[in-house]
C-alpha cells in the first residue's frame, strides 16, 4: 500500500461514516458549505524501523526493490456545523467495526500479462479451482480486448464464492489486468499458456492503534454559531515505495587458466 493509497482509505472511512464531504486541511480550495469534515495528517510517517527490504523474485520480469517501511502516523479529525459531536461519535464508534479493520488490510494482488493474441483461442484464469474463460471472436484481437474480456467474465460472475469476492481492475499497461482479492490471506491462481502471471503481492496491514476520544470544541473555542468536534486516531502503517533497479541480463565467465568462457544464460 502507497502513502497516497493510505490516504484514500483514510478519506473514504471518514467520509463514509460520517456521511460528510471531506477536505484536507490546508487546501487552497473554498471550505465547502457547512457541515463537512476535516482530516489532517499531524506527523506524516513517524518511522519505527529502517525499511525491508523486498526483491523481485528470480523469475519474475519486473526489477524494481519494494521498501516496506513500518511506522505510525496521528490523524486529526475534525467535523464542524450541526450535531458535529454526534458525527465524530459515529466514526469513532465504526474504528471497531471487523468490516472496517478489514478495509484498512490491503488486499492480495495478482497481475496477468497477456502475451500472445490469437483468433478463436481461450483464455483460461483458474482462481480457486474456478475457471474464468475468454474467448476471442475478432479475426485480429488485441491485448486489450482480451484483457477486457477477462475483466468483463469475472466481473460478471460476481460474489461467486462464499469465502471471498473477486474484483478485476485494468492495468497499467495494455495488456495487463489486476485482480484483487479482499480479506484473504491467500488464493491459488493459474493460467492458460498465453498469458503470465507477472507479480503476486501478500497483503499488508495498516491498523488502528487507537484514538484520543471525542472533544466537543464548540465551547472550548466559544463558537457556539459553528459546532465543532475533534479526534486524534493513531494508526500503525507499512507503505510501500519502489526502487528501480537495472537487470543483469547475462554475465560472461573466462577461465584465464585455458580460455574457457561460460556464458549465463
Not at 47 to 62: M, Q, R
Not at 108 to 135: H, R
Not at 228 to 249: C, G, H, K, W, Y
Request: glycine residues 6%; negative net charge; charged residues 20%.
Amino acid at each position: 500500500m502507497s502513502w497516497s493509497d493510505m490516504k484514500d482509505v483514510i478519506y473514504d472511512w471518514f467520509s463514509a461514516e460520517t456521511g460528510l464531504t471531506v477536505i484536507w486541511a490546508n487546501q487552497s480550495a473554498p471550505r465547502p458549505s457547512l457541515p463537512y469534515g476535516l482530516l489532517n495528517l499531524l506527523t506524516g510517517l513517524d518511522k519505527l524501523a529502517y525499511g525491508e527490504l523486498v526483491p523481485p523474485s528470480h523469475d519474475s520480469p519486473n526489477t524494481a526493490i519494494e521498501i516496506l517501511t513500518p511506522g505510525r502516523l496521528t490523524l486529526s479529525c475534525q467535523v464542524l456545523g450541526d450535531n458535529a459531536e454526534d458525527k465524530m461519535l459515529e466514526a469513532q464508534l465504526s474504528i471497531d467495526k471487523p468490516s472496517l479493520l478489514n478495509q484498512f488490510k490491503r488486499s492480495e494482488e495478482a497481475k496477468i500479462k497477456v502475451l500472445t493474441v490469437t483468433p478463436s483461442e481461450n483464455y483460461i484464469l483458474v482462481i480457486d479451482g474456478v475457471d474464468f474463460t475468454y474467448t476471442s471472436s475478432s479475426p485480429s484481437p488485441t491485448a486489450l480486448e482480451i484483457r477486457d474480456g477477462l475483466v468483463a467474465v469475472i466481473v460478471a460472475a460476481g460474489v461467486a464464492y462464499s469465502d471471498f469476492f473477486v474484483t478485476a481492475e485494468n492495468g497499467v499497461t495494455d495488456d495487463e489486468l489486476v485482480l484483487k482479492i479482499p480479506l484473504r490471506l491467500e488464493f491459488t491462481l493459474a493460467v492458460s499458456a498465453k498469458l503470465q502471471i507477472t507479480s503476486f503481492i501478500a497483503p499488508v496491514d495498516m491498523t488502528v492503534w487507537g484514538d484520543g476520544g471525542v472533544v466537543d470544541l464548540t465551547e472550548l473555542l466559544d463558537t457556539d454559531w459553528e459546532g465543532r468536534a475533534q479526534m486524534d486516531v493513531f494508526f500503525m502503517v507499512a507503505p510501500r515505495t519502489l526502487d528501480e533497479n537495472s537487470l543483469i541480463e547475462s554475465v560472461q565467465i573466462t577461465n584465464l587458466m585455458n580460455s574457457e568462457v561460460l556464458n549465463i544464460p
